[in-house]
């Protein structure tokens, strides 16, 4: 299963509609999760990184070995 970020809105039936298609899934069942903002605006990247975190979805990264360490790369801002 690949993920595809989109954005929309829930109308006031409770429906989902996105900003826009998605042509690379048409034809195909998908599976949606969605991320409700707690405040006016987008989700920070604080909020989005401990929403991936906790995500069932994402548990086979657990699996794969890890070939970094702590002295490869920059440390991630989480500020939003």
Same mark, same amino acid.
């Given at each position: 299963?690949?993920?595809?970020?989109?954005?929309?809105?829930?109308?006031?039936?409770?429906?989902?509609?996105?900003? @826009?298609?998605?042509?690379? %899934?048409?034809?195909?069942?998908?599976?949606?999760?969605? +991320?409700?903002? =707690?405040? !006016?605006?987008?989700?920070?990247? @604080?909020?989005?990184?401990? %929403?991936?975190?906790?995500?069932?979805?994402?548990?086979? +990264?657990?699996? =794969?070995? !890890?070939?970094?360490?702590?002295?490869?790369?920059?440390?991630?801002?989480?500020?939003?």
């Amino acid at each position: 299963m690949r993920a595809i970020e989109a954005t929309g809105k829930v109308d006031d039936r409770g429906y989902l509609q996105l900003d @826009r298609p998605l042509n690379n %899934a048409v034809d195909q069942r998908v599976r949606v999760i969605v +991320l409700l903002a =707690e405040h !006016d605006g987008d989700i920070n990247g @604080r909020e989005w990184h401990e %929403a991936a975190a906790k995500n069932p979805s994402f548990a086979f +990264l657990q699996d =794969e070995e !890890d070939i970094y360490t702590l002295n490869d790369g920059r440390p991630v801002s989480h500020e939003g």
